[in-house]
Nanobody, 116 residues
Framework: QVQLVESGGGLVQAGGSLRLSCAAS????????RAWYLQAPGKQRELVAS???????NYPDSVKGRFTISRGNAQNAVYLQLNSLKPEDTAVYYC??????????WGKGTLVTVSS
């Protein structure tokens, strides 16, 4: 059974930083893609960072230069460093992993709240 567990969310003041972690277990086919999404209240879930097996990362303009996605030494770990946080970054952040069979897996999310 595949399980993704996120951690690291919390309450931070504007301009502060957080580091989100995601640990996965049970992905038998191997991980092809790693990504983080956010979902703000009343809005659709949107991609904030992705990284492929070659280490190439992508970000939307809204977070470019502030957020950094990385893979951990543990093969199934992925991190998201959030810097220079803004109140509009407040959302639930979800880890997303895709395996080589085309299946996508989601964590339950971790809440990030940025106060002004």
């Amino acid at each position: 059974q595949v399980q993704l567990v996120e951690s690291g969310g919390g309450l931070v003041q504007a301009g502060g930083s957080l580091r989100l972690s995601c640990a996965a277990s049970g992905v038998s086919a191997g991980i092809a893609t790693r990504a983080w999404y956010l979902q703000a209240p009343g809005k659709q879930r949107e991609l904030v960072a992705s990284i492929n097996t070659g280490g190439v990362s992508n970000y939307p303009d809204s977070v470019k230069g502030r957020f950094t996605i990385s893979r951990g030494n543990a093969q199934n770990a992925v991190y998201l460093q959030l810097n220079s946080l803004k109140p509009e970054d407040t959302a639930v952040y979800y880890c997303n992993l895709g395996d080589w069979n085309g299946r996508a897996y989601w964590g339950k999310g971790t809440l990030v709240t940025v106060s002004s």
